[in-house]
């Protein structure tokens, strides 16, 4: 029997503490949902995300950052025959569009993008006028012996 498509938004303070915050969620959630090496890549994309939007973005109003995931387990519907995970993290916006950079090998930051890119399939921006939203997807491999029962 596949399990349902599930979603979680969360609303967290636009502050470095908010990462920790965003990844005890995420882990919370979904430790007992997915293979846990897709669960580490998905809290490491979330927390790059996460402390991209602290850095470079500004607040949305109340001075908060939204984060957002959603597990489509394999078998959940026709084309995905893998656990798939999608984080979402939504702010203000900043001036620059989020972009991997080139930077040199002993630069201490900068490489935010550059991990996200290198763990999930794919990543992108969406804008609206309410701000952005930066959000990457990743995917791995059936592990049943880690499900909750539905």
Known sequence: MALAERAWCVVIPHHPRG????RQ??????????????LADAVAVLAELVGNAVRHATPLPGGVVRVAWRLRPAGSDQEVDRDTVEVRVTD?????????RAIAADAIDGRGLSIVAALSDRWGVDRDGLGQSVWAELSGSLDHDRRESP
Do not use: D
Not at 25 to 38: C, F, I
Not at 92 to 100: L, S
């Open 25 to 38: 969620r995420l882990t919370t959630e979904l430790r007992n949902a997915v293979h846990p090496t897709l």
């Open 92 to 100: 203000g916006g900043a001036t620059e569009q989020p972009r991997i």
């Open 19 to 22: 990462a920790r915050i965003a």
